[in-house]
């Protein structure tokens, strides 16, 4: 990654990690200084994400795939990182990281609005056997993990 578009993703990345740190800090109070360590670790899965997204083209998965994967590697019991990641990673509330992303996603559709009206009414269809299958098949998952766990 050159200079520039390390400069152009990082004037992106900055203002959503800084919206993560403010909905933490309005949502859950939050203080954003004990945060900071998590956020650093976020910007740099996120940077790493998409270095490797541009070393790897002929690979079809996008930026967010690669933070998952980095991320999931880094938080195993098997890494020998994984105390440290989860030490500085624990202080955010990744369910505060929904908000602004939604947000994003919002406005992203937004500005393809004409490309939606272009689409069928069976999109529709589609999107609510995919939305339903995502939530019964994540039931499932969570009834068979918590019934191997003996709490329920």
Do not use: E, R
Not at 47 to 75: G, Y
Not at 100 to 111: D, I, K, R, T
């Amino acid at each position: 990654m050159d200079i520039k578009t390390f400069s152009d993703n990082t004037k992106i990345i900055i203002p959503c990690i800084a919206l993560v740190l403010l909905a933490q800090f309005i949502g859950k109070g939050m203080s954003v200084v004990d945060a900071l360590p998590g956020a650093g670790v976020m910007f740099l899965v996120i940077i790493a994400s998409i270095q490797i997204k541009i070393w790897l083209p002929k690979i079809p998965l996008p930026a967010f795939a690669w933070a998952t994967l980095i991320a999931l590697l880094l938080s195993m019991p098997y890494s020998p990182v994984s105390h440290i990641f989860m030490s500085m990673t624990n202080k955010i509330d990744f369910l505060a990281t929904t908000t602004p992303l939604l947000a994003f996603a919002g406005l992203s559709v937004g500005n393809s609005i004409d490309k939606l009206k272009s689409l069928s009414w069976k999109i529709v269809i589609v999107s609510l056997v995919v939305f339903t299958s995502a939530f019964f098949g994540a039931a499932v998952v969570a009834q068979l993990i918590l019934k191997f766990q003996n709490i329920i």
